[in-house]
């Protein structure tokens, strides 16, 4: 079941990367749905994920330079630099998602600022940066949520893990009795 309910988040991912890609916009949510998988399942099998999802998308859109295997990989990279262990809140998710954001939108804004000849193009893009940078903040969380609640209904496991108690609360206290007795 888990294996179709990724599948199932990948083909939306596609669809909207195809749709965004029509509309001529910049997207990264399949970055975003590649980064969950790795969370919900492990980081070889988003690896695998993000080179297969980017060669699907390159020949997709028929690109000369397919290099959207390699954006996602490094997309994926750096949200698992950000944060390296296990998310307890979906907060956790927002500087992961920013990061992914950034390094998605600079690896494909780099490939088309190379093919470019136009220097006004060099504004607009750091303006893509900042958007699709604090859009990547407050998207990687809601995505989060509305994911691991779809896959708590089919009896799937969350990105959200349960925090672990330290030692220190498990511990049993020691209560000492103070010298000379109760009567002193």
């Not at 195809?18 to 969370?39: M, N, T, W």
């Not at 498990?170 to 009795?177: I, N």
Request: hydrophobic share 55%; net charge positive.
């Amino acid at each position: 079941m888990r294996t179709v309910y990724v599948f199932a988040l990948l083909g939306f991912a596609f669809l909207a990367e195809l749709l965004a890609g029509r509309l001529d916009l910049p997207f990264f949510l399949a970055a975003l749905v590649v980064y969950y998988v790795s969370l919900t399942t492990s980081l070889g099998i988003g690896f695998a994920v993000s080179i297969g999802f980017g060669i699907l998308l390159d020949l997709a859109y028929g690109r000369d330079l397919p290099v959207t295997a390699a954006i996602l990989a490094a997309a994926l990279l750096a949200g698992k630099l950000i944060r390296l262990k296990a998310p307890t809140h979906p907060f956790e998710t927002a500087l992961p998602g920013m990061g992914i954001a950034l390094v998605a939108i600079l690896g494909g804004g780099i490939v088309r600022l190379s093919l470019s000849t136009q220097p006004e193009q060099v504004d607009e893009f750091l303006w893509e940066l900042i958007f699709f940078g604090a859009l990547g903040l407050f998207l990687m969380p809601l995505l989060t949520l509305l994911f691991d609640a779809a896959g708590s209904r089919l009896g799937l496991g969350a990105a959200i893990c349960e925090p672990k108690a330290s030692f220190e609360r498990l511990r049993p206290r020691r209560v000492r009795e103070p010298r000379g007795g109760k009567n002193q």
